[in-house]
């Protein structure tokens, strides 16, 4: 019975570890940013993004992030369709990413800023637009929480709890908050790969994002 329960258990974990490094589908048909591995612990990931560039919406104050995440979308759909300064279409790419920013109080507005990962091949020149800024990070480390389904607002705070929990006692839990109180990280971000008719293989991800080298910055 012992050696049932602990193969069952192992097994288990085995396949929570793999759902939470699996790539995303979407990535298999349309870009997204490369990153680099850092470790994959117990619920989550370190990841390490290098030199990749956004296009972002002017903060958008709402209290829903999937209003505000809807807001943002369309605005930054607009554009890619050719709605910008060179009236150039651009390639859909993953995930459309939303920051969520830190309000003043339970029953304010919180303020998002949704952001589309820049193709390659337009990062030395993104169209510009206005109502859209262009965000080229440097060295920028994440932590990542996978998770499925739809994303609703009930289940975002959850889910970044979790993500926190998994990582409490870390030297990536110290670096978020060293990062947090010099001002350059949000309270998280959560990163959407699947276009919104999708219902199979949802994959959604809780970020926090950090500072960790010397000179390293999220904008």
């Known amino acids: 019975m012992a050696v049932t329960t602990t193969f069952k258990l192992s097994l288990f974990f085995t396949l929570v570890s793999l759902s939470l490094s699996a790539v995303p589908p979407a990535c298999s048909r349309i870009e997204c940013p490369n990153y680099d591995l850092v470790q994959a612990g117990n619920g989550y990931e370190i990841r390490r993004y290098n030199s990749t560039v956004w296009i972002s919406s002017d903060p958008i104050q709402d209290i829903s992030l999937v209003e505000a995440t809807r807001t943002g979308f369309l605005r930054l759909f607009d554009y890619i369709q050719g709605k910008n300064n060179y009236q150039e279409k651009i390639e859909m790419t993953a995930p459309v990413l939303s920051e969520v920013l830190p309000s003043d109080g339970p029953f304010c507005k919180s303020s998002f800023v949704v952001s589309f990962y820049v193709p390659k091949k337009n990062q030395a020149n993104p169209p510009p637009a206005k109502g859209l800024q262009v965000q080229r990070w440097k060295t920028v480390y994440a932590a990542v929480r996978q998770f499925g389904g739809f994303v609703k607002d ?35 971000s959560v990163a959407q790969y699947n276009a919104p008719f999708d219902f199979d293989n949802r994959v959604n991800e809780i970020w926090f994002l950090f500072d960790l080298e010397s000179g390293s910055s999220a904008m």
């Open 154 to 188: 009930t289940d975002v705070g959850a889910q970044a709890a979790a993500l926190k929990d998994s990582i409490t006692g870390t030297k990536w839990s110290s670096a978020i908050d060293q990062s947090r109180r010099a001002g350059h990280a949000s309270v998280y």
